[in-house]
Each structure stands twice: as C-alpha cells, then as structure tokens.
Nanobody, 120 residues
C-alpha cells in the first residue's frame, strides 16, 4: 500500500510564502514524475508544477518565477516552494506521483490535499 502525505498548507497574506511537502511511503520500487496540482471550488484540478526523476521541471505561466518544485529521492519527498503568493493562488493543493510498485505499469497516486489560503 502506498500513501502520499502532504503538509505545509495554511493561511498567508498576499506576497508571502509557503512551502508544501509531500512524502510517499509504502511498497515503492521507484518514483517517476512527481507533481503538484491545485483545485478551485467547482473546477477541475490543474497542474501547478511537475518534476521528473532526473530533475526536469515544468510550470504553467501562472506560477512560473514564483513557485519552485524540488524533490529528495532518498526521502521519496517532493516540495513546492511558493513565493509572492496572490489571492488567486487560494485553492486545495494535491500532490501526485507516478509510482512503480512492482506491477506491469506504474500507478498514479494522490495525496489527500492541503488548503492554501492567500488573503489580500
């Protein structure tokens, strides 16, 4: 059984910073791409940042230059450093990881979500 456990959400003023963490645990052979998504009320989840196993990153224009994704492969953990936060960054943030658990194909796993609220 694999679990992704997130931490680090909360309330911050506009212009402030938060750091999210997500640790994967369980029967893990390897982890491919890890990422962060966010979901606004009534909307679909959207990609915030992703990082491959060799460290290549991807960001949408809405967060580029403000958010930084990183990972610690030894700890099976991915981080999201969020700077210069804006009220429109308010959402539930979800961690995602493509994990090889020894089966024929890797599976997609999701964290439970963490709330980020940015006040104006």
């Amino acid at each position: 059984q694999v679990q992704l456990v997130e931490s680090g959400g909360g309330l911050v003023h506009a212009g402030g910073s938060l750091r999210l963490s997500c640790a994967a645990s369980g029967s893990i052979f390897s982890i491919n791409t890890m990422g962060w998504y966010r979901q606004y009320v009534g909307k679909q989840r959207e990609l915030v940042a992703s990082i491959t196993s060799d460290g290549s990153t991807n960001y949408p224009d809405s967060v580029k230059g403000r958010f930084t994704i990183s990972r610690d492969n030894a700890k099976n953990t991915v981080y999201l450093q969020m700077n210069s936060l804006k009220p429109e960054d308010t959402a539930v943030y979800y961690c995602n990881a493509e994990i090889d658990v020894g089966g024929p194909v890797p599976y997609d796993y999701w964290g439970q979500g963490t709330h980020v609220t940015v006040s104006s």
